[in-house]
């Protein structure tokens, strides 16, 4: 299988990623400005708290606890989280392509299948905000909340797997050619 990135250029493939980091890096520290406003004691870990709620019950108070500005906050985080995840999935995806690139056989194989990863991680996050954004509209009685429960476990083991890959390929020594 061949890792999704692998048209990028060797010679591009660093600087392209550092970019990418860059901006993932802004836009999430953005994305943490604006779901700060949605911790309390129904929501400890802010929007986590909500994607991991699994229940309607669950779901209910936490929209109940959170005011109209809050609510609101909610509402355009699930939006500006479309940007985010092309950028994560591009950055950790030529992580993995990068980290593969110093290894040979089973771990660059696995590289290629994280690699792919990420990017269903994305498509995982994309559902579950659509299941979330159908919370907030006050689709109760649903299975969106148990739906986005588990595409949030999905995303989040994706999304780690590829980020330890990527760590652990730099961190063991380059192989020889």
């Avoid at 579950?128 to 649903?142: Q, V």
């Avoid at 595409?151 to 780690?160: D, H, N, T, V």
């Amino acid at each position: 299988m061949n890792h999704p990135l692998s048209f990028i250029s060797h010679s591009v493939r660093k600087p392209a990623f550092s970019l990418l980091l860059v901006w993932t890096i802004i836009v999430m520290a953005f994305s943490q400005i604006i779901n700060s406003t949605l911790k309390n004691s129904a929501a400890p870990g802010s929007i986590v708290s909500f994607e991991l709620a699994r229940t309607p019950s669950n779901v209910q108070t936490m929209i109940a606890a959170w005011d109209s500005r809050a609510q609101l906050f909610a509402a355009f985080g699930l939006g500006f989280d479309y940007l985010f995840m092309p950028l994560y999935s591009f950055a950790i995806s030529l992580a993995c392509l990068l980290a593969a690139g110093r290894h040979k056989g089973w771990f660059t194989a696995l590289g290629a299948w994280l690699g792919w990863g990420v990017f269903l991680a994305a498509l995982f996050d994309a559902m579950e905000n659509i299941g979330l954004w159908n919370s907030l509209l006050g689709n109760f009685n649903s299975s969106w909340p148990e739906v986005s429960f588990w595409c949030a476990i999905s995303k989040f083991a994706l999304i780690l797997l590829g980020i330890a890959y990527g760590l652990i390929g730099w961190i063991l020594p380059k192989q020889k050619a």
